[in-house]
């Protein structure tokens, strides 16, 4: 079999169990070695092996038993394996971000001041503005999603949204891509909704709004 190289090790682990289903070592309905046998014959651990057969569950490939064990019940999946590891790498920045955001917005409807009110307000009008192209938007929706970061007045959790920045920024315009449609009204209210409930000082509706948003994102790549 030829080198792959992706994005992950249980992303290579995955092709790895796809492709010795493929060439036929386990017919449909067999039973997987278990981990601690699977996970030295690919040179991973178990932790890696068990998120591989994850995504190979979630495409419909294998298929976990409780107290049986993982067997296979597809010879194949039916989409691009690429485009399968590009959605799984957003899910991945998603879920970062829900963790992230979802608390500074909570944060920021407690401790927001009437300054961080006009960056924040300036910010979701530039989103508003900047419909034109992904890269646009992706850059003036990260830019809002700061503002309320800073208005949490959290330097950690700053911190990690800007270090985070370059691949939340590759993941988004990866994300609308797949997509093919970008900047609709019902998108820009939910950010609204959310300034909204920062403004009224709600820290949970704020948190909630987030998360949703957020969430209904991730869910959209199923």
């Known amino acids: 079999m030829p080198p792959i ?43 890696t092996v068990r998120e591989a057969i994850r995504q190979l569950a979630g495409l419909g490939v294998l298929q976990t038993r409780q107290g049986a064990g993982v067997f296979v019940i597809s010879l194949d999946v039916d989409e691009d394996w690429d485009l399968v590891l590009r959605r799984a790498d957003i899910t991945t920045v998603l879920e970062a971000r ?66 985070f920045t370059p691949r939340q920024r590759q993941a988004m315009v990866e994300m609308l891509r797949l997509q093919h449609e970008f900047g609709g009204n019902e998108d820009h209210g939910a950010h609204a909704q959310v300034l909204e409930a920062i403004v009224a000082r709600e820290p949970e509706l704020a948190r909630t709004l987030s998360r949703d948003h957020l969430q209904s994102l991730r869910l959209s790549l199923s």
């Open 98 to 163: 829900i963790s992230i955001e979802a608390e500074a917005a909570a944060l920021a409807a407690e401790r927001r001041t009437p300054s961080d009110i006009r960056r924040m307000r300036r910010a979701l009008q530039h989103r508003e503005e900047s419909r034109s192209s992904i890269e646009e938007l992706v850059d003036a929706d990260l830019a809002f999603h700061r503002s309320i970061l800073s208005a949490s007045h959290n330097e950690i959790l700053l911190g990690l949204f800007d270090d």
């Open 5 to 47: 190289r992706r994005h992950s090790l249980a992303d290579q682990t995955a092709e790895a169990l796809l492709e010795r289903i493929r060439s036929g070592e386990w017919a449909l309905g067999a039973k997987l070695p278990a981990e601690t046998t699977l996970g030295p014959q690919l040179g991973v651990g178990r932790s």
